[in-house]
């Protein structure tokens, strides 16, 4: 059983950063996918990016290249997702999610485990 607690959401404005973090307890092994979602109001969940902890290949949502660093502290089993220049649109519930596939997919099926979430509210 893995448990996943997220922190470091709040509110923001246009083109600040928020540094998400996601810590994993319970394990025995460590997942190999780790991944963010997110989900806004009335909206499904959307994936953000993933990593992968073996490879440490990273992977983002085209909405987020370029803006968003994926990145984990394997020390601290802590996933980090680094947000920059934020827009309105990416005001939303942030999803931490695991899984011990060997792929990394975007699909929140292909996660079994999951937090609880943590808001970022992006504002003009």
């Known amino acids: 059983q893995v448990q996943l607690v ?5 509110s923001v404005q246009a083109g600040g950063s928020l540094r998400l973090s996601c810590t994993a307890s319970g394990h025995t ?23 992968h902890t073996v490879s440490h ?9 370029g803006r968003a660093t994926i990145s984990r502290d394997s020390a601290k089993n802590t ?24 792929t990394c997919g975007s699909r929140t099926s292909e996660y079994l ?5 943590t808001q970022v509210t992006v504002s003009s």
């Open 6 to 10: 997220e922190s470091g959401g709040g």
């Open 29 to 51: 092994w460590s997942p190999i996918c780790m991944a963010w979602f997110r989900q806004a109001p009335g909206k499904e969940r959307d994936w953000v990016a993933s990593i």
């Open 57 to 65: 290949n990273t992977y983002y949502a085209n909405s987020v290249k």
């Open 79 to 102: 996933v980090h997702l680094q947000m920059n220049s934020l827009e309105l649109e990416d005001t939303a519930m942030y999803f931490c999610a695991a899984d011990y596939r060997v």
């Open 113 to 117: 485990y999951w937090g609880q979430g």
